[in-house]
């Protein structure tokens, strides 16, 4: 997700062009403390580095840099960021749709040289995601899928993108209202995973999901009830209606290298993103809450495909 709109035309006409310029299931429990997370196993060998490519809006295209750097400090060798393809609120449906001379996607999966595709929709069913996954199959049949849920800007559940009230959101909601944010958009996601799984995958499941909106309404339902220290206001989540700040881009680059590796992030180095926003608040604790929290929720979440046995 992540395009403003609504309103007046005139205003829709003005966020368009600036993003085009840069684009539940309830998680079953939440980290209360450093003894219920697991930790990761250094003496378990690393798994071997990947090849990945993103097709991403600007809610996902801000992970690839610090995601191959937190594979480094793991010690996993050789991972190689492929591509990122970068449309600001876009569906992948729009991705697939690039001509061919520019669909930097299409022709790096016709290499058959990609292990993991990584896509951001906005609302599902999205085409496009069949489309991907049938062309990587068709030269790599090895290879993985990854989706990620992103939030809805403006609050809403993004079946109803692109409605929503940008100019006015109200970020800082109990924990009641935040129940059930985005569900019909997860379960449209969860749906389409396991339409595409039983498809594709040959009796295995090679498409999986990343909980980037349930992680954010833990996180959001805590800072409500005043239970995460470092932050005091949902709002502190968002540089505006849709984008996140760095806690924010640090969550959902753990939760996208939990999935994409099934080992927990708990440990790793503080990101780039927090060291440069100077808060001293955002701490290495901090820092290491959000790993926590990360690993939790995919570990909570069948759709990930990641189990706290997956990673030794």
């Known amino acids: 997700m992540n395009k403003p709109n609504r309103q007046t035309c005139g205003m829709v006409a003005a966020f368009i062009l600036c993003w085009t310029a840069t684009m539940i299931r309830p998680v079953a429990g939440q980290p209360e403390s450093e003894n219920q997370v697991t930790k990761p196993d250094q003496s378990a060998a690393a798994p071997k580095g990947l090849r990945v490519f993103y097709a991403s809006h600007s809610l996902m295209w801000y992970v690839p840099k610090p995601l191959g750097e937190m594979a480094e400090s793991a010690g996993i060798k050789g991972q190689k960021l492929v591509g990122l393809q970068s449309l600001g609120a876009s569906k992948t449906i729009q991705h697939w749709n690039l001509a061919d001379d520019k669909n930097e996607a299409k022709k790096a999966l016709r290499t058959g040289e990609v292990d993991v595709f990584v896509m951001s929709p906005i609302s599902f069913p999205d085409e496009g995601i069949e489309n991907f996954v049938k062309l990587g199959m068709e030269h790599n049949p090895n290879m993985r899928f990854v989706v990620q849920l992103s939030w809805g800007g403006g609050d809403i559940d993004n079946q109803d993108f692109p409605k929503g009230a940008f100019d006015n959101v109200d970020k800082e909601k109990t924990p009641e209202q935040l ?6 958009n997860i379960k449209a996601g969860e749906a389409q995973a396991d339409e595409i799984n039983k498809k594709y995958g040959n ?6 999901l990343v909980p980037s909106v349930q992680a954010m309404v833990t996180l959001r339902t805590r800072i409500a009830r005043k239970e995460w220290p470092g932050l005091t206001r949902q709002g502190e989540l968002f540089v505006d209606a849709v984008h996140p700040s760095a806690p924010m881009e640090a969550l959902n680059t753990y939760l996208h290298f939990a999935v994409l ?25 901090f820092n290491r809450s959000l790993q926590e929290l990360a690993w939790e929720t995919v570990t909570n979440y069948p759709d990930s495909l990641v189990t706290e046995a997956n990673e030794n």
């Open 179 to 184: 129940k059930g944010y985005n569900e019909r």
């Open 203 to 208: 009796g295995k499941k090679i498409l999986s």
């Open 261 to 285: 590796y099934g080992r927990s992030p708990v440990g790793l180095p503080m990101p780039a993103m927090l060291k440069n926003a100077k808060r001293e608040v955002w701490n290495e604790p």
